[in-house]
């Protein structure tokens, strides 16, 4: 089986080093294409008005100058040698969950490789506040992360789907299992804005990452990972609101 892996977090990250462990399990046919830097944030944005650079680290490994979307195009187009049978996206220092998976390159990248017909998961590890910085644990993605995966390679996927697994902040042994669930939603818009001045006396913006509240009950990937759980949803791409349609369709009668 041959495995693409990228992510958003970079080349150098940690995560995409667990994410190599992981695919290992499963295969020595191992290729990766990634972002040269991080692209956190960047959702499903495709490069179009600079020319992308790409180098090789390595036998199999390459960077991209651009998006993760950028990378997968770059290795199915150009790098592998023949389509892989999966792509997997990750695992991304934090979390990928509810709504904020349309803003994910982790995610995005998946994604582009679903379109291109290639079975593909995006896995993220995500981390509790007090352990933002340089020590986030991948405790949790390293022991479960081919468990998660293992049960999808059979199963067929719908077109134009992905799978987005998110891991719990807590150590491996206290994970309690897998559950599958729906995407989860958010109540308020998303963190804060922080302001600041820079040395030369100009303001600038940051946006934060505080913690969003959620409605609870909901069996989604949210209530999953706060009971302690890996959550496994299946994502796709066609947002089309279907119950709109008729009385929208009424009004352009």
């Not at 990452?209 to 302690?228: K, P, V, W």
Request: proline content about 6%; hydrophobic content about 40%.
């Amino acid at each position: 089986m041959r495995i693409l892996l990228t992510n958003d977090d970079g080349i150098n990250a940690p995560g995409l080093t667990v994410l190599e462990k992981i695919a290992r399990q499963f295969s020595d046919d191992i290729w990766i294409c990634a972002p040269a830097e991080e692209q956190s944030g960047a959702g499903h944005s495709l490069t179009l008005t600079r020319p992308i650079r790409m180098r090789q680290h390595a036998e199999r490994r390459f960077s991209v100058a651009g998006t993760p979307t950028d990378s997968v195009t770059m290795a199915l187009k150009k790098i592998l040698p023949s389509p892989p049978d999966l792509i997997l996206s990750g695992v991304n220092r934090g979390a990928n969950l509810g709504d904020d998976v349309t803003y994910s390159g982790t995610v995005s990248a998946a994604l582009e490789g679903s379109l291109a017909g290639i079975r593909s998961i995006a896995l993220s590890q995500v981390y509790a506040k007090e352990g933002m910085g340089e020590g986030v644990s991948f405790s949790a993605a390293e022991e479960w992360g081919a468990k998660a995966i293992a049960p999808l390679l059979d199963l067929p996927f719908a077109p134009r789907t992905l799978v987005n697994i998110n891991f719990p902040p807590i150590p491996a042994s206290a994970v309690k299992g897998i559950r599958v669930c729906r995407q989860g939603f958010h109540d308020y818009a998303r963190g804060s804005v922080v302001e600041g001045v820079d040395p030369r006396g100009f303001a600038y913006f940051w946006f934060g990452l505080h913690g969003i509240e959620h409605t609870s009950g909901h069996d989604t990937d949210l209530e999953a990972i706060s009971d302690a759980f890996v959550a496994v949803t299946p994502l796709q791409l066609d947002l089309t609101h279907e119950a709109s349609l008729a009385e929208l369709k009424a009004r352009y009668t």
